[in-house]
DNA sequence: TGCAAACCATAAC
DNA sequence: GTTATGGTTTGCA
């Protein structure tokens, strides 16, 4: 049996998909039956499910910390995921996207640099990435600083990166398992954001 | 700048 | 097996 929490927090209704004592997906977004229609959306068509309000303490951890990611504050717990259900290469990139700090972003083909594989299987992905907010594939951009794509609605993934801006101002680079991982201020994609269009 | 061709894991047939 | 499909990237006119 699948179980399915929602709690609102300041007129965003966030949902946590539990199973078998783990946390299998999560989903966000302004209505409560459009997260939960996400958080099925993730499961198999047939299996059976019930929505409860009362959440054991790791669910109701992860709704907190997906609201504290999406103020854009800095994160300071780790949830614990369960991916046991996710294609190898899926749960790689995701492992590594799970790394990029708050304030920096990187792009699809950098991710692919360092897990293997190529651009678009990244995108691919972060498409599939049933962990939103707390996995962040909205630091995941263009490699021109364009916005690449979001799921949940390109509007939301610039609202999330304006959160996170943190005034940084050079690239750096950050450990993932067996390599590194390119990441630049958030700042590169806001800026190119606001560049106006030429006549 | 714009377009075409390479790229690569998954899901769907 | 094979094909179709992207939240890409790069090269070249």
Redesign the pocket.
């Known amino acids: 049996m699948i179980e399915l929490y929602v709690k609102n927090f300041r007129h965003v209704w966030f949902g946590v998909a539990y199973q078998n004592q783990g946390i299998t997906g999560m989903a966000f977004s302004g209505s409560e039956q459009e997260s939960i229609r996400c958080l099925l959306n993730g499961i198999p068509y047939d299996s059976p499910f019930q929505i409860i309000s009362e959440p054991p303490n790791s669910v109701n951890e992860a709704l907190v910390a997906m609201k504290t990611v999406y103020e854009g504050k800095d994160t300071a717990e780790k949830v614990q995921l369960s991916m046991e259900h ?8 995701l492992n590594a996207v799970l790394l990029i700090p708050v304030g920096y972003v990187t ?4 991710v ?1 640099k360092s897990v ?14 049933p962990f ?1 907010p707390i996995i962040p ?2 630091r ?5 600083f ?1 916005l ?5 609605g390109l509007e939301i ?1 610039v609202e999330l990166l304006k959160r996170e801006k943190r005034g940084y101002e050079k690239f750096r680079e950050v450990q993932i398992q067996n390599g590194q991982l390119q990441v630049f201020p958030v700042e590169f994609v806001l800026k190119q954001l606001e560049t106006p269009k ?1 006549e």
Request: charged share 10%.
């Open positions: 996710l294609p190898p290469y899926t749960r790689r990139v792009s699809y083909g950098a692919a293997g594989g190529g651009a678009r299987a990244v995108g691919n992905a972060m498409a599939s990435n939103a594939c909205h995941v951009v263009s490699s021109n364009g690449g794509g979001y799921s949940g993934k030429k």
